[in-house]
């Protein structure tokens, strides 16, 4: 929808001066309402993609647990990368982030998704 406006060009062109490189534009739908991830003090974005030897079957799996964790995590296939995921979560600080690592709900989770998948992580803080 945002790429239909009329004013994306000149939005995109805005950004550019808050980037690093070239902007990689990616295309999702989240299974659940994302607003409490985009919200939060700290939002933590993590592509997920199978390894080799691993398909987005197992992959998708996986996915289906993230039902019922605290905080909740949403959840969505990338377009653009038909086989990978992007997930939300927010936090209250990378600490609490950090923390809540330790909990056994989040390590038997995230050991069994690093088994199969590669993970690629980053925290950032969106302002209204």
């Known amino acids: 929808k945002l790429q239909k406006r009329g ?3 000149s939005f ?7 980037l690093s490189g070239a902007p990689v534009v990616q295309h999702l739908d989240f299974d659940v309402d994302s607003s409490n991830a985009f919200g939060a003090p700290v939002t933590e974005l993590a592509t997920i993609t199978p390894k080799d030897g691993h398909s987005q079957e197992d992959l998708d799996g996986e996915a289906s647990k993230t039902k019922g964790l605290t905080p909740p ?19 209250d600080s990378v600490e609490i982030h950090a923390d809540a690592g330790k909990l056994p709900q989040f390590q038997k ?20």
């Open 12 to 18: 995109v062109e805005s950004m550019k001066e808050n």
């Open 73 to 91: 995590i949403a959840v969505g296939k990338i377009k653009q990368i038909p086989e990978a995921y992007l997930t939300a979560l927010g936090w």
């Open 7 to 9: 004013d994306y060009p």
């Open 109 to 128: 989770f995230v050991g069994k998704l690093l088994e199969i998948a590669t993970i690629d992580m980053v925290h950032g803080a969106f302002k209204n």
